[in-house]
């Protein structure tokens, strides 16, 4: 379903919901339930977690969904309360205050890198077991990402948000969503390439 | 990294998402003919970029799903709206 017709279908959903239809909110569920979960997921880590945060994202728009003015798109705003939600999550648990990724300690020297190892992803079904491989490399890189990057990485590169959207969401000037989504990549790269070179050398 | 290729390097992404005006991008594309280390850091951010989005899915157990649906239905079966 492209953009339009799916901004269509909230819409109508919206307005059943309004009119009384308790269906429409199930709906609504059923259509970004896996989005939101592998949102949480990807921001948390834990099943347990991501299912909180979908909880309370779900829970949360259907509170204040009767006067939802539809001035924002649907899906922008339930990933704007899911972003709240695993920002909430992470002050709770007293986490670390998030580290800065500066650019100068992942880009060094003035020689030739030595390259970058970045695998390609198989879509052969056979390769299974090194495609799970890889994902558990990538994910541990993406968890490894400061929170405040992670957010932005996950809305800009894995939910393909525009940098105006990712910024309004987080409440962030676009400037500082393009700043964070560059260095996350950085990081990134360099955390999935010094993985495989590491497993070379061994 | 050159200090000569910083600068550039630190608008790549914005290169990438096409985010750049044509002027800006004429020059990144005039360094990247002439420096081989910037073009392979376009080219490996670019496959990362890409297999990160590869390797994104994620397979929720079905039960994560009904506890949700559950828990939806006690909310909507409760006063609380």
Known sequence: ?202 | MKASCRKYFQRISEYLDGELDVDICEKIEAHLDRCPECRECLDSLRRTIELCKKAAAEEIPAEASQRLHMKIKEFLGSDSM
């Not at chain 1, 429409?24 to 949480?40: D, Q």
């Not at chain 1, 979908?54 to 001035?71: C, I, K």
């Not at chain 1, 405040?148 to 590169?157: H, I, M, P, S, W």
Request: glycine share 4%; net charge neutral.
């Open chain 1, 1 to 202: 379903m492209n953009d339009t017709a799916s901004d269509t279908t909230d819409h109508q959903l919206i307005a059943a919901f309004k009119a009384g239809s308790m269906e429409a909110l199930e709906r609504i569920v059923k259509r970004y339930e896996k989005r939101i979960l592998t949102f949480g997921l990807k921001m948390c880590g834990r099943l347990q977690d991501a299912e909180d945060i979908a909880q309370e994202t779900f829970l949360s728009a259907f509170r204040y969904l009767e006067s939802f003015r539809e001035e924002t798109k649907l899906r922008n705003w339930l990933f704007k309360i899911a972003a709240n939600a695993c920002i909430r999550k992470r002050r709770k648990k007293k986490c670390e205050p998030d580290q800065e990724i500066a650019l100068d300690s992942l880009v060094q020297g003035d020689g030739p890198s030595g390259g970058y190892e970045i695998p390609d992803w198989s879509d052969d079904p056979s390769d299974r077991l090194l495609r799970a491989e890889l994902k558990e490399t990538i994910d541990a890189a993406i968890q490894a990402l400061p929170h405040k990057y992670r957010l932005v990485f996950n809305l800009r590169d894995i939910e393909g948000f525009s940098t105006q959207e990712t910024a309004e969401i987080l409440r962030i000037s676009a400037q500082s969503v393009k700043t964070r989504l560059h260095r996350a990549r950085v990081f990134l790269r360099e955390k999935i390439s010094s993985h495989y070179k590491e497993g070379e050398n061994r």
